[in-house]
């Protein structure tokens, strides 16, 4: 009989749980003129599980979900904001903290424009550090600087959950019917 509950929460349990979510990952690039600094955000799947979250304009975005970077500004580069809709690339392995030493690292946002604001930064566009460009003014901002990534930590899944508290309740049904022998 304690087979059978054990066995109906197990499978009621692996059928409650959500295919895999983006994990969130935040970003910092310090290092700028005038203390000005970068930070951002991405969500995004390792769908492939080959270790890189990828995409760019001239493929796909189908492993990254959200994008948003944040320029401080400086008296060269005004300060703005770009999403995932400005995006051009992003390769990042997620094994790591840092982002851009490694090839093909990078992180490029309005890259391919004639006017705004660009920034890129990663081996993957030419060198280590980032660049923030004004293409209206003609005026950059740079850093040596690595981008340090900060992964959020990953929820455990409902499941688990649900299947620890099945188990917990067989154990203390198992321990009254033992008692009450």
Do not use: C
Not at 26 to 34: L, M, S
Not at 102 to 124: L, M, Q
Request: hydrophobic letters at 40%.
């Amino acid at each position: 009989m304690t087979i059978k509950f054990l066995g109906a929460a197990f499978i009621a349990g692996f059928m409650m749980t959500a295919p895999a979510q983006a994990s969130l990952y935040t970003f910092t690039q310090t290092g700028y003129e005038e203390g000005a600094s970068i930070s951002g955000s991405f969500s995004a799947s390792d769908v492939n599980s080959d270790d890189w979250i990828k995409g760019n304009i001239f493929s796909n975005f189908n492993e990254i979900s959200d994008f948003t970077v944040s320029w401080s500004g400086n008296s060269l580069v005004s300060a703005f904001t770009h999403t995932l809709a400005d995006l051009s690339y992003l390769n990042y392995q997620t094994s790591r903290t840092v982002l851009e030493d490694a090839d093909p690292e990078i992180i490029a946002s309005n890259w391919f424009t004639t006017t705004g604001f660009i920034y890129v930064s990663g081996v993957g566009a030419g060198s280590q550090g980032g660049s923030v460009l004004d293409m209206t003014l003609g005026t950059e901002s740079s850093t040596t600087n690595l981008i340090q990534v900060t992964p959020a930590a990953v929820p455990v899944p409902g499941a688990v959950w649900l299947f620890g508290s099945a188990v917990t309740g067989f154990i203390g049904l198992r321990r009254r019917n033992k008692s009450a022998a």
